[in-house]
């Protein structure tokens, strides 16, 4: 079973810094997920990715295989950003069951 | 299009009383997912559905949850009884067969007393 874990658990920031949260898996992946939950359960799908680099507005995901090792980047952060952001991995071989980390809390305080 | 729909929102009952939960996932998905997230944490697989076909229930408390979806379409999870330690936030998800990106409803809240 993957074992994933994210760092920080929890990140406050000042509006306008930049933003970095880590996940690390254990097993060889066929994509790595980072999703949004804002207060209330809502699970939004940010980023999909198995290799290299995505951009989506101020948000930015970047993943490396060999290490097993992916970021999320927030820049010029804004209070909206409050959220918890989960990684989630899916196994290969036709897997698509996703194995989620903990989650880390970021607050942006204005 | 609507995105996955999930009811109640919120619902506060006593320990040893049942439980249901709606899901109606987005048209046309064919899987769908059943998690249970407790606070703090990530979301957890209880059960997932190909069609009308439970293909995944190995993470179901049989002994009090159970779920269905008939038709391949709609699908209820229950508890009976229900027990403290059920408190949680119950998510649904779909998503297209064979397919990485999952559709996630707003959840139920469950706080049981």
């Known amino acids: 079973k993957n074992e994933v874990e994210q760092s920080p658990q929890n990140l406050t920031a000042q509006e306008g810094e930049f933003i970095t949260i880590n996940c690390s898996y254990s097993v060889g992946i066929s994509a790595l997920h980072w999703l949004q939950q804002h207060p209330g359960g809502g699970i939004v799908s940010l980023f999909m990715l198995s290799s290299g680099k995505k951009k989506h507005g101020r948000l930015i995901a970047t993943i490396n295989i060999q290490e097993k090792h992916s970021s999320l980047h927030i820049t010029a952060s804004h209070p909206r950003d409050s959220a918890v952001y989960i990684c989630a991995v899916t196994g290969g071989a036709g897997s698509y069951q996703l194995t989620f980390g903990k989650g880390t809390k970021l607050s942006v305080i204005p | 299009e609507a995105g996955v729909v999930q009811s109640p929102r919120y619902k506060i009952i006593e320990k040893k009383q049942p439980v249901a939960f709606w899901c109606n996932p987005i048209s046309g998905h064919n899987t769908l997912y059943w998690y249970l997230q407790n606070l703090g944490q990530g979301p957890e697989l209880l059960i997932r559905?190909?069609?009308?076909?439970?293909?995944?229930d190995s993470q179901l408390p049989k002994d009090r949850f159970s779920a269905e979806r008939l038709k391949g379409v709609d699908s209820t999870l229950k508890i009976q009884p229900a027990e403290l330690g059920d408190s949680a936030v119950y998510l649904c998800?779909?998503?297209?067969?064979?397919?990485?990106?999952?559709?996630f409803g707003p959840g139920t809240r469950l706080t049981v007393l």
């Open positions: 998800a779909s998503s297209l067969q064979n397919t990485d990106t999952q559709y």
């Open positions: 559905y190909e069609n009308e076909e439970a293909v995944d």
